[in-house]
């Protein structure tokens, strides 16, 4: 099981930047997903999540400029991100937790990381 994530890079202040990140090899469900951060020497943290039934949770400090979404058919889970502050800068992982047979537990998985830079 492979998580992949895309969509990070440069924009200023203002701008607005959208992630994906797309589950791939053999997967029987997919329950909750989501995106967390990390700046250097800072523990991870999370940003958003979505259940399966599309229920979300934010952090305080994206509420109302960021957007979680998913596509189940795909596999993929999406971070909109609007309004960026130079505070937003930071590693992006995606996260999924999979059940890879009927009757299994459902396990984590983590993305690569992308990075985004917020300009002032």
């Known amino acids: ?3 992949q994530a895309s969509g ?8 607005s930047l959208r992630l ?8 029987f469900a997919i329950n909750h997903m ?12 999370l940003v958003a999540t979505i259940t399966s039934g599309g ?9 109302g400029r960021f957007t979680i979404s998913r596509d189940n058919a795909k596999r993929s889970v999406y971070l909109q991100m609007n309004s960026l502050k130079p505070e937003d ?9 999979l059940i890879q047979k009927w009757r ?5 998985y983590w993305g690569q990381g992308t990075l985004v830079t917020v300009s002032s």
């Open 55 to 63: 229920t979300t949770n934010y952090v305080d400090s994206v509420k």
């Open 34 to 45: 989501g995106w967390y951060r990390q700046t250097p020497g800072m523990q991870r943290e």
């Open 20 to 27: 994906s990140c797309a589950a791939s090899g053999s997967i």
């Open 8 to 15: 990070g890079g440069l924009v200023q202040a203002g701008g």
């Open 104 to 108: 299994d537990l459902g396990r984590d």
């Open 1 to 3: 099981v492979q998580l």
């Open 89 to 97: 800068t930071a590693v992006y992982y995606c996260n999924a937790n």
